[in-house]
């Protein structure tokens, strides 16, 4: 019988790229988001069920999970994948954009685990994949928010692991760095407010260091691969870290005390 995994973000980027990946493998693919009608590629996929799903939204996520179950039934494998990042100037951001982040990133996340929980609990297997980021081991300027919602992520999963293995149930976590995805345009959310003169050195720089660094990004197809090895991983790894820049830079914040890396991520903005 093959195995089931629901997708949330699978619109672009990582999420239908791992959609793709997970169907070529003859899994079946639940491709949820906000909205299904406008896609067209996955529609034409067999075994892939295209769904609504907004994180945001407790009754859409409640009839995704169960149209899931009763097209294919059962899930093996959640992917909490849908994010948004507001980045910029905190001083300049709205309350409702601090609260967005947090409740999609955060709060979405843990809404569409406990409506899979109980299915995994009641088959006494199941796992979890959250999709986190460099961006939850280590901070750069201007990501107060994102930073915030991501280390987040990862303290969370590592508790609920432990909750879940009582009921046979893994927790994973992936860990990109940059990724060519479309978290560059409609999922990114910069705010700044030139009338803060002060901020506007600082945004100069950082704006024009991400270019480069943004050039070097990986393709979400190896975010995919990543994601279809922790899935099919019978191991206890937790954490999954992708991308030479994630590797890099997380092992820079592990190895040096705050002021070196703190130091250091001055160096790389010329701050």
Not at 18 to 47: C, H, I, Y
Not at 147 to 154: C, I, L
Request: net charge negative.
């Amino acid at each position: 019988m093959s195995k089931t995994i629901l997708i949330t973000g699978a619109s672009s980027g990582i999420g239908k790229a791992t959609a793709k990946r997970f169907q070529r493998e003859g899994w079946n693919v639940v491709a949820t988001m906000r909205s299904p009608d406008k896609e067209s590629d996955l529609r034409e996929l067999d075994n892939v069920l295209l769904t609504r799903l907004d994180v945001l939204d407790t009754a859409s996520i409640e009839a995704a999970v169960e149209a899931g179950i009763s097209k294919f039934g059962r899930i093996d494998v959640l992917l909490n994948n849908a994010g948004y990042g507001a980045y910029g100037v905190l001083e300049a951001t709205s309350a409702d954009k601090i609260r967005r982040q947090f409740d999609t990133n955060v709060l979405g996340l843990l809404e569409v685990s406990k409506a899979v929980i109980p299915h995994f609990r009641e088959n006494k297997q199941g796992m979890i994949i959250n999709v986190s980021s460099m961006g939850g081991k280590i901070t750069l300027p201007l990501g107060t928010l994102y930073h915030g919602t991501k280390f987040a992520v990862e303290g969370l999963s590592e508790a609920l692991s432990y909750e879940m293995a009582s009921i046979g149930v893994r927790v994973k976590l992936v860990e990109p760095g940059g990724v060519k995805t479309d978290f560059g345009g409609r999922s990114f959310d910069f705010t700044n407010d030139e009338s803060l003169a002060e901020y506007q050195p600082l945004v100069g720089k950082v704006m024009a260091a991400f270019g480069p660094l943004m050039a070097n990004s990986i393709e979400a197809d190896v975010v995919a691969d990543t994601i279809h090895r922790a899935a099919t991983d019978e191991s206890a790894q937790l954490r999954y870290v992708v991308g030479d820049d994630a590797k890099k830079l997380i092992e820079m914040r592990k190895t040096m005390d705050d002021t070196a890396y703190r130091a250091n991520v001055a160096a790389l903005f010329k701050l």
